[in-house]
């Protein structure tokens, strides 16, 4: 049997959320311009969606927005300290009204739910990934992580990746869940674990240090969090809320770079 491939001493980069505030901006134009006859609501509950409250209330603020809405009095709180001049709507008060009809999640790139498309034009706008951190060459039967409920069909490359179901993970993906890296898709090996999961890469050349993508915007091969929900029973909604404080967001913005 192979030894396991062990990392470099040069630090691989950790698990990351990558929130693309380039393509929020872009959804939230594009709603803006198809929303008539009333206000763009653009829901921010949950840390808005677990994208971050702060940064996305500014970048909708500035992108044609007329109102946030959050569930918490301490949300609004948040985006009026950051000086962010929008109106906020909460719904979690004494005085709580039934807000004006919202754009559900598809400033965030999604539908409501698994038969709900997002509208024309609009993106994912969340990416998470992370490190390969060791690979194995095994034989078939191989048995792989808790109770062995999954064995190698044959003789295969496992490839280990830090991140599991207190990241987020939905564990109800176990059998079904599938990881990018290269472009690729591999399978899920194994149950998903608290803080790694194992995925099945046959004979691909994968490499400590390479970025395994959990989900991202579907463009280069990776899985969508609607993918992910459609393999746990869950929403698109709900997979992106769950990517725990453990997963550090990481925010593109090209436009102020420019």
């Known amino acids: 049997m192979t030894p396991p491939a062990t990392p470099a001493d040069t630090p691989i980069r950790g698990r990351e959320a990558t929130i693309d505030l380039d393509a929020f901006r872009t959804n939230v134009s594009i709603l803006a311009a198809r929303t008539v006859g009333g206000p763009l ?8 969606y677990g994208h971050g409250l702060v940064p996305l209330a500014r970048v909708a603020a500035e ?7 959050v569930r918490d009095q301490g949300d609004a709180e948040s985006i009026a300290d950051a000086g962010i001049g929008i109106d906020v709507r909460c719904w979690h008060t004494t005085r709580f009204s039934v807000p004006p009809a919202g754009s559900g999640i598809a400033a965030f790139g999604f539908g409501m739910d698994l038969t709900d498309g ?3 034009g609009v993106v994912p706008v969340m990416t998470v990934s992370a490190p390969v951190l060791s690979v194995k060459r095994v034989p078939e039967g191989h048995g792989v992580s808790y109770g062995f409920v999954y064995r190698t ?3 295969t490359t496992l490839a280990l990746v ?18 990018a890296i290269n472009g ?13 999961v194992v995925l099945d890469v046959g004979d691909a050349t994968v490499v ?9 915007p579907g463009l280069e091969a990776e899985p969508t969090a609607a993918d992910w929900a459609a393999n746990s029973g869950s929403t698109a909604g709900e997979i992106l809320a769950r990517i725990g404080r453990r997963v550090p967001r990481r925010y593109i913005d090209r436009e102020v770079a420019r």
């Open 208 to 216: 400590p240090g390479d970025r395994a993508i959990v989900f991202g």
């Open 184 to 196: 690729r898709q591999y399978p899920i090996a194994g149950r998903i674990a608290m803080d790694q």
């Open 118 to 120: 997002a509208p024309t």
């Open 63 to 69: 992108s044609g927005a007329d109102i946030l809405s």
């Open 153 to 155: 069909p044959k003789e």
């Open 41 to 48: 609501v653009i829901d921010m509950t949950a840390d808005a």
């Open 162 to 179: 830090p991140v599991g179901y207190a990241d987020g993970i939905p564990r109800g993906a176990t059998g079904s869940g599938r990881m």
